[in-house]
């Protein structure tokens, strides 16, 4: 329950600029300056911040620049902060996965060989958001976003839509490229009725990127082993499938915490990590309760 409350407020709170859903238009105030930690498209008509693909693209694809110091210094801050708690906790597009989730329906588990899939979003990365942008060019030098324009479904749900909703005489207009988007839309909306966060698992760049700092990042799951009876309940709980008593720093971890009730010796826990010089070690603090 905090954590679906954390999610909502932080998808109001990150997309509330009304005037741009009932006018049709995209804020472009001095906020969007700054890179929300999780996925919310630049041009969702209530969104206040930028999402930090898009923004890594437009620096990647721009003419005068190919590295920005800003975009990466802020997703590592994130990362090694949080890890892929952002993901569980406050990315907007994760919600709506998982409400889309709840819908009734016969669930299919995401498990062994089916979990290669993963490997998509290193193609999403390196090719789509680094790749792409970095050496396709045109005569000016300007390299296109290319994951945001052919793949992101998040743009399509999040701007597009909304955008032709206000605008609806527009609709005439759209071409090819909609279609291809809308038809990606289409496919992960289904695809999360039937399994969890289909996107997250198989796609998202950023989360991605957050999953490789799960070891390094100071919000960490632990497990107790004196306490830990390896009963396995806490994968049954897992909705990713991840067999948090044997890792519990798996890049495919978005820390919900919802293995931490269902253990019968309450032997993970999670929270911030600090070291400190006079105990040589780490302590670990609880931030949440189950």
């Known amino acids: 329950m905090v954590r679906k409350i954390v999610q909502s407020l932080t998808a109001v709170v990150s ?3 009304i005037t741009g859903f009932l006018k049709g238009t995209i804020y472009q ?6 890179c929300v930690p999780g996925l919310n498209c630049y041009s969702c008509p209530g969104a206040l911040g930028s999402c930090p693909i898009g923004s890594l693209q437009a620096v990647i694809g721009s003419a005068k620049y190919r590295f920005s110091f800003y975009v990466t210094g802020l997703i590592l801050l994130f990362g090694g902060f949080l890890g892929r708690w ?3 906790w406050i990315c907007p597009f994760g919600l709506l996965q998982e409400l889309l989730h709840k819908v009734p329906g016969k669930k299919i588990r995401i498990s062994g060989n089916w979990k290669k899939l993963s490997w998509i979003r290193y193609i999403m990365l390196f090719v789509f958001v680094i790749g ?3 050496f396709v060019v045109n ?3 300007y390299g296109s976003p290319a994951f945001c324009k052919y793949v992101c479904p998040a743009g399509t749900i999040e701007a597009a839509l909304p955008l032709i909703l206000a605008a609806p005489d527009q609709f005439g207009s759209l071409g090819g490229l909609f279609i291809l988007k809308a038809s990606i839309a289409a496919v992960v909306v289904i695809a999360s009725i039937f399994i969890y966060r289909p996107f997250c698992t198989m796609l998202c760049p950023l989360g991605l990127i957050y999953g490789w700092m799960n070891k390094i990042s100071m919000y960490q799951m632990q497990v107790d082993k004196d306490k830990c009876i390896e009963c396995g309940k806490c994968r049954v709980a897992c909705k ?3 067999e948090i008593y044997k890792n519990p720093t798996s890049m495919e971890c978005i ?3 919802e293995c931490k009730p269902v253990c019968p010796t309450n032997a993970i826990s999670s929270g911030i990590k600090f ?8 302590s670990f603090t609880e931030i949440e309760g189950k």
């Open 29 to 34: 105030g001095k906020l969007k300056n700054v």
């Open 15 to 17: 997309n509330s600029y």
């Open 139 to 141: 005569i000016a030098g």
């Open 275 to 282: 070291r400190t010089k006079a105990e040589g070690a780490a």
């Open 132 to 134: 792409l942008p970095l």
């Open 240 to 242: 990713l499938d991840i």
């Open 86 to 88: 952002i993901c569980g």
């Open 255 to 257: 820390r919900c915490g």
